[in-house]
């Protein structure tokens, strides 16, 4: 199965799975007064709406290269990732504000079979945690990891409202605001994980070199091409699920221009075979007698 089908699918899955959960929270927390619940419900809500985002920046971004978009569509998905980043934001402060509220505001206990609701919940959202991220690896799309944190945001949610239910059933009386506070402390889990969705997403759309790893499986790849002496420069640059990648490989240079054409083509096109998830790939040809002594050349 292709990487976009694979990513599509899987934000199909987040999509009805934080559809389902909403209604399930929702109606148990209204149902059994606990307002942990009700404040889970709406942060599944916000996933809802997120899971939908991600499936419509994951389509967007396998649109055909144009004119205006010489290397494709991709850029999308950070921007994407952005826009989750600030739902979850958005829901967290309104979380926090509506618990802030109930604490000031006696009210009853949260009924003791939320917990069992809840116990179900966490199980299912660190598998969907589980199966999001493993394929967002597979994949190497940063929305479908913002999509994962999700499932994982939602989780601390449900573990922190699990604990505040359980405080106020088994304390009894002057103990019903604890999932109360539960939730508020389940905000500054959300917050903390809207930082680690943020950080790389940013650094995907400025470009930063982050990408160590590829790099040297890149340098590796390129000297098993025959006529390559080595390499020098190579700069890498996401966009969607593909790495962009700019290198400088070291050839003889008594060959003439056009074997040095025909050697960036054959190099170019080992590293696509190679490597699957790179996208376009730009060689710059340099004369061995640039070439730098290390382990990516043929001087000692």
């Known amino acids: 199965m292709s990487r976009k089908k694979t990513a599509v699918r899987t934000a199909y899955f987040s999509i009805a799975g934080n559809l389902i959960l909403a209604w399930v929270k929702g109606i148990s927390g209204i149902l059994g007064n606990s307002f942990a619940l009700v404040a889970d419900a709406i942060e599944s809500t916000s996933d809802f709406f997120s899971s939908l985002l991600v499936l419509l920046g994951l389509r967007y971004s396998h649109k055909d290269a144009d004119d205006n978009h010489p290397y494709g569509h991709g850029r999308i998905e950070p921007l994407i990732t952005f826009i989750i980043v600030a739902i979850l934001v958005m829901s967290a402060t309104?979380?926090?504000?509506?618990?802030?509220?109930?604490?000031?505001?006696?009210?009853?206990?949260?009924a003791p079979w939320t917990l069992w609701i809840l116990g179900i919940i966490i199980l299912w959202k660190e598998i969907s945690y589980q199966i999001v991220i493993r394929k967002s690896k597979q994949t190497h799309s940063s929305a479908l990891k913002a999509d994962a944190w999700h499932h994982r945001s939602d989780a601390f949610t449900s573990i922190a409202a699990f604990i505040g239910i359980s405080i106020a059933v088994l304390l009894g009386e002057g103990y019903e605001a604890a999932d109360d506070w539960a939730a508020?402390?389940?905000?500054?889990?959300?917050?903390?994980?809207?930082?680690?969705?943020?950080?790389?997403?940013?650094?995907?759309?400025?470009?930063?070199?982050?990408?160590?790893?590829?790099?040297?499986?890149?340098?590796?790849?390129?000297?098993t091409v025959k006529g390559v002496l080595g390499t020098e420069k190579c700069y890498i640059r996401k966009s969607g699920?593909?790495?962009?990648?700019?290198?400088?490989a070291i050839v003889d240079?008594?060959?003439?221009?056009?074997?040095?054409?025909?050697?960036?083509?054959?190099?170019?096109?080992?590293?696509?075979?190679?490597?699957?998830?790179?996208?376009?790939?730009?060689?710059?040809?340099?004369?061995?007698?640039?070439?730098?002594?290390?382990p990516y050349s043929l001087i000692g």
């Open 184 to 223: 508020l402390l389940a905000c500054v889990a959300i917050l903390y994980n809207c930082y680690r969705i943020f950080r790389p997403a940013l650094g995907e759309l400025m470009d930063e070199q982050l990408y160590d790893d590829l790099v040297e499986e890149v340098r590796r790849v390129s000297l």
């Open 241 to 248: 699920m593909y790495y962009h990648v700019d290198l400088h």
């Open 253 to 294: 240079g008594r060959i003439s221009v056009s074997d040095g054409h025909h050697l960036a083509h054959i190099l170019a096109d080992t590293l696509r075979e190679e490597i699957p998830q790179i996208g376009n790939v730009l060689v710059h040809v340099e004369p061995d007698k640039y070439l730098p002594k290390g």
């Open 94 to 110: 309104f979380i926090a504000w509506e618990s802030i509220q109930n604490i000031k505001t006696p009210h009853e206990s949260p």
